[in-house]
Structure formats: structure tokens, C-alpha cells
Nanobody, 123 residues
């Protein structure tokens, strides 16, 4: 079972990117999914999470109102649309599958991780 994150890149402040997280080997349709990020020298930070049905969504305070998480269970894929990007959004972004169907803010609730995709926002 693997999670493959993609869509990162270099973008100017104020721009946007859309990250994707595709799963292979197992259906993710019953699991809560999350996005985390880790900037150099910092701990991994919660960004967003979505319930298996898409009915409940949580965002970290620093991205609320700018980022949108969504999922397409038929395609076994989760997305993170990032608008109005800021230099402080620069980080490696990781997608993860929770051990339950719930959206989780706690990093310890996730037991399957993708490899990460780098997002760099220039000022």
C-alpha cells in the first residue's frame, strides 16, 4: 500500500497550487485522510483533514480560509487546493491515512504516510 503525493512546486506569493494524493494497493474510501507539512527545522504541522465521506473537514488555523481539502473516493485520491499562498507556507507537504474514518488533527492517529511533495513560495 502506497500514498503518492504530487503537485508541489515553486510559486510566487499570492499564487496557488493543487496537491494530489493517490493511493495504490488499498481503497482509502473508509479512512479519514489528512495533509500535514514540515518546514525546515520545524515539527510536522497539521494542515487539513477530511472524513471518509467528506462530511467533516478540519483545517489548521494558519491555512483556514485559504486551503481546501477534498477527496474523490472513486479515484482513491485526496486533494489540497492551496490559494493565496504565502512564503510561510513553504514546506514539504505529506498526505496520510488515519486509522479510523474520522478526520484527525493528531498526527499520532495516522498510520500510513506518503513520501511528501515540496512546496516553495517565493516572496
Amino acid at each position: 500500500v502506497q500514498l503518492q503525493a504530487s503537485g508541489g512546486g515553486l510559486v510566487q506569493a499570492g499564487g496557488f497550487l493543487r496537491l494530489s494524493c493517490a493511493a495504490s494497493g488499498r481503497s482509502l474510501s473508509i479512512y479519514g485522510m489528512g495533509w500535514f507539512r514540515q518546514a525546515p527545522g520545524k515539527e510536522r504541522e497539521f494542515v487539513a483533514a477530511i472524513r471518509w465521506s467528506g462530511g467533516s473537514i478540519y483545517y489548521g488555523d494558519s491555512v483556514k480560509g485559504r486551503f481546501t481539502i477534498s477527496r474523490d473516493n472513486a479515484k482513491n485520491t485526496v486533494f489540497l487546493k492551496m490559494d493565496f499562498l504565502k512564503p510561510e507556507d513553504t514546506a514539504v507537504y505529506y498526505c496520510a491515512a488515519a486509522s479510523s474514518s474520522r478526520p484527525e488533527r493528531d498526527i499520532r492517529k495516522y498510520d500510513l504516510w506518503g513520501q511528501g511533495t515540496l512546496v516553495t513560495v517565493s516572496s
